[in-house]
């Protein structure tokens, strides 16, 4: 009785010692994810889309589309696409061209209405990179500037800029930016969805 007594002790203690060693090491795995997670969660950034129309510091008409961090950690926004009416805005002349000129203008003449109030300074747009840049927390960048122009002395950018504060409302906008942990989202503005993706869509914006 005694062998079989003690084999049993050495059984019940090696079956002891294997649950140790496996409580010990799932212990180990799920501190070490809870250390990750809050570690991720230290440096979450959460990028923002908005736009307005007048620059209160300056007290002047200012059109300006802007990406600010409100998150906690730094962010790269590897990928921008915006769309209007159902079609990506991969050339700013073309879009203009599509949304702004005023009715009276013959379709064949949009384009030209456009190339001449960039031409003439009836207009301008102040452009900064946000594709590929990182973004401190709380960073702000105007992507997109343009002071009002005058109505009277340039008519033609006075209409534009006036139709594109009407529809940059209607500008969907899509952005993709991944933390320092390469952990990224895809968020969408008006809507202010955000989702977790494994990778960043190609950017489609073109300044030209």
Known sequence: MRPSRTRLIELIVAVSV??????SLF?????????????EASVLPVIQYGSGNYDLD??????????????????ELRSLRMTWDGETISDTSQFLARCCVPAEVPPAERHNYVRQAFVSGELAFLFDDVEGRFFAPQEEVEFITSARPDAETQPRGHALWTALDEVRHEIDVE???CSVFDDC????????SRERVDRCPDPTFSRN
């Open 58 to 75: 300056r007290e002047e008409w200012r059109m300006t589309l802007v990406f600010r961090n409100t998150g906690i950690g730094p962010a």
């Open 175 to 177: 952005i993709c930016y």
């Open 185 to 192: 989202w895809l968020a969408r503005f008006p809507g202010q």
């Open 18 to 23: 294997v649950v140790i060693s496996v409580a």
């Open 27 to 39: 212990i180990a795995w799920f501190q070490g994810r809870v250390m990750q997670q809050t570690l």
